[in-house]
């Protein structure tokens, strides 16, 4: 069985930081993309950031660029999220993901697993 699980949400203050982990068992996710999106009270899911298997490539969301930085392990298994400068506007339930499609970025629907979620508070 393929499991998501994420650690290292909490509370911080505006400007603060925090880094995100999410651990894939079950298979491993070494060649595919794996990503974070989130989701605000009374909004729908959106992208945050993804980084592929092959080669690495990364891509951000426009709201979180320069901010923010996804890494993952050499086996490939553990994707990070680092998040540095926090606004209240990243509030949120924080989700990881994993995709068998290659070339996945931003649509959720590319994506076929799902950790449980993390929430982020950044407060003033």
């Known amino acids: 069985q393929v499991q998501l699980v994420e650690s290292g949400g909490g509370l911080v203050q505006t400007g603060g930081s925090l880094r995100l982990s999410c651990a894939a068992s079950?298979?491993?996710?070494?060649?595919?993309?794996m990503g974070w999106f989130r989701q605000a009270p009374g909004k729908e899911r959106e992208f945050v950031a993804v980084?592929?298997?092959?080669?690495?490539?990364?891509f951000y969301a426009d709201s979180v660029k320069g901010r923010v930085a996804i890494f993952r392990d050499n086996a490939g298994s553990t994707v990070y999220l680092q998040m540095n400068s926090l606004k209240l506007e990243d509030t949120a339930v924080y989700y990881c993901?994993?995709?068998?499609?290659?070339?996945?970025?931003?649509?959720?629907?590319?994506?076929?697993?799902w950790g449980q979620g993390t929430q982020v508070t950044v407060s003033s």
């Open positions: 993901a994993a995709s068998t499609y290659l070339l996945a970025v931003g649509d959720s629907t590319q994506y076929n697993y």
């Open positions: 980084v592929r298997g092959s080669g690495g490539a990364t």
């Open positions: 079950g298979r491993t996710f070494s060649g595919y993309p």
